[in-house]
């Protein structure tokens, strides 16, 4: 079955950096466009980042702009959010989707916390 899994969240100092990591099974990874979200307490889900199927376009939430970078590596059916710069208000649960035509598939998300 299709399966997203998401990992590399964690406690992190204002400033600092984490990698988020999400590894697809059970579809054709390379043929769905990739991107990340996040949600905060009390907020609705945003968009962070998302990436085309070969990873030649890219598109940031204004927010994360010039701290994320997301890419992806089809042969190991992987996407990566690097984040740098983090700032408290980045702290949210971070999910990673997969999209085709009408299709989207969601990963469990991973908890973020920026804190001093």
């Known amino acids: 079955q299709v399966q997203l899994v998401e990992s590399g969240g964690g406690l992190v100092q204002p400033g600092g950096s984490l990698r988020l990591t999400c590894i697809g099974s059970?579809?054709?990874?390379?043929?769905?466009?990739m991107s990340w979200y996040r949600q905060a307490p009390g907020k609705e889900r945003e968009l962070v980042a998302a990436?085309?199927?070969?990873?030649?376009?890219?598109n940031y939430a204004d927010s994360v702009k010039g701290r994320f970078t997301i890419s992806r590596d089809n042969a190991k059916k992987t996407v990566y959010l690097q984040m740098n710069s983090l700032k408290p208000e980045d702290t949210a649960v971070y999910y990673c989707?997969?999209?085709?035509?009408?299709?989207?598939?969601w990963g469990q998300g991973t908890q973020v916390t920026v804190s001093s």
């Open positions: 989707k997969a999209t085709y035509t009408t299709y989207d598939y």
């Open positions: 059970g579809f054709t990874f390379s043929s769905y466009g």
């Open positions: 990436i085309s199927t070969t990873g030649s376009s890219t």
